[in-house]
T-cell receptor, first 116, second 111 residues
Framework: SAVISQKPSRDICQRGTSLTIQCQVD?????MFWYRQQPGQSLTLIAT?????????ESGFVIDKFPISRPNLTFSTLTVSNMSPEDSSIYLC?????????????FGPGTRLTVL | QKEVEQNSGPLSVPEGAIASLNCTYS??????FFWYRQYSGKSPELIMS????GDKEDGRFTAQLNKASQYVSLLIRDSQPSDSATYLCAVPSGGYNKLIFGAGTRLAVHP
């Protein structure tokens, strides 16, 4: 399985500021995914980060609020912009397992964000 | 109707018992189904994948799939306190690699 790391592991931020979360994978992957898990809730896909093209955002998520970069096949960043307390969540990146196309995904350790 | 539904629990079982976790999904064309385990404060961990109707066993875990009924379940035999966690059902939707997660069932195994 892929080894996935995220930075920072947690942060406490003031409203109106922005935070950039990094996701690093130990192998090259075509797709990387960003999820949000609000307190006590399940996971919701924010966007799919594709290398060499713009990210694909899910309904309810927009690029201005969650800009994503994907400079190479092992790294991606998610920025949470102009934060409000409602953005307090765990943000997780994931990558597909292998290339078999069976949709299995592995998750990074997550970034726990608290917005005051 | 939600795309993936689970009973949020908590499901409380005594140590050594069988824990049964259930999940229903709405997309009839789904071909793969996943169970993730999430300990408090940790990220989800993939524990079972199932692609065909019937049962799939892996150690103390058995996944059961019934595509006609759009139902997938996870059985945990000989439940241990270390199995206490939230179990998330996930189903691909809308194309390649997009996973839709259920709300999760919180399992508590008491000694």
């Amino acid at each position: 399985s892929a080894v996935i790391s995220q930075k920072p592991s947690r942060d406490i931020c003031q409203r109106g500021t922005s935070l950039t979360i990094q996701c690093q994978v130990d192998s090259q992957v075509t797709m990387m995914f960003w999820y949000r898990q609000q307190p006590g809730q399940s996971l919701t896909l924010i966007a799919t980060a594709n290398q060499g093209s713009e990210a694909t955002y899910e309904s309810g998520f927009v690029i201005d609020k969650f800009p994503i970069s994907r400079p190479n096949l092992t790294f991606s960043t998610l920025t949470v912009s102009n934060m409000s307390p409602e953005d307090s969540s765990i943000y997780l990146c994931s990558v597909p397992k292998g290339t078999s196309g069976n949709n299995e995904q592995f998750f990074g350790p997550g970034t726990r964000l608290t917005v005051l | 109707q939600k795309e993936v539904e689970q009973n949020s629990g908590p499901l409380s079982v005594p140590e050594g018992a069988i824990a049964s976790l259930n999940c229903t999904y709405s997309d009839r064309v789904s071909q793969s189904f996943f169970w993730y385990r999430q300990y408090s404060g940790k990220s989800p961990e993939l524990i079972m994948s199932i692609y065909s109707n019937g049962d799939k066993e892996d150690g103390r875990f058995t996944a059961q799939l019934n595509k006609a009924s759009q139902y997938v379940s996870l059985l945990i035999r000989d439940s241990q306190p270390s199995d206490s966690a939230t179990y998330l059902c996930a189903v691909p939707s809308g194309g390649y690699n997009k996973l839709i997660f259920g709300a999760g069932t919180r399992l508590a195994v008491h000694p």
